[in-house]
């Protein structure tokens, strides 16, 4: 996102920031002569000029690269060169090893037997 967009998303972050700025300037003009064109409800034609004359300032000062991205035509590829798949090697599955079956590995549990005593 560019400086003059991100300043008019939100003017009112970059407003102190970028005050001096030439399109900000100008953005503050065309603001306040709709403001002053709108608070009697009618527009007249002096009104109306100040308004088109700063929309031609904040005109001037946008970019012209979004009107050159329109007109530009993009140039015709070459067509692609033909797809040639390469012999796929088949793999050889690997021998399965033979293990024996192993038996389940439980806890052996012992009891102690106590000492028989001689009386």
Do not use: C, N, W
Request: glycine residues 2%; without cysteine; charged residues 35%.
């Amino acid at each position: 996102m560019g400086k003059k967009k991100r300043m008019r998303k939100s003017p009112q972050k970059f407003g102190r920031k970028f005050a001096s700025h030439p399109y900000m300037i100008a953005q503050a003009k065309l603001r306040e002569a709709k403001e002053e064109a709108m608070a009697d409800g009618v527009i007249t034609p002096e009104e109306q000029a100040k308004i088109a004359e700063a929309e031609a300032v904040v005109e001037s000062l946008t970019p012209v690269l979004d009107a050159v991205e329109e007109t530009v035509t993009p140039e015709p590829s070459p067509p692609p060169a033909p797809v040639v798949e390469a012999p796929v090697a088949t793999k050889k599955p690997k021998p399965r090893r033979t293990t024996t079956k192993k038996k389940p590995a439980t806890r052996r549990r012992t009891t102690r037997k106590k000492p028989e005593t001689k009386e």
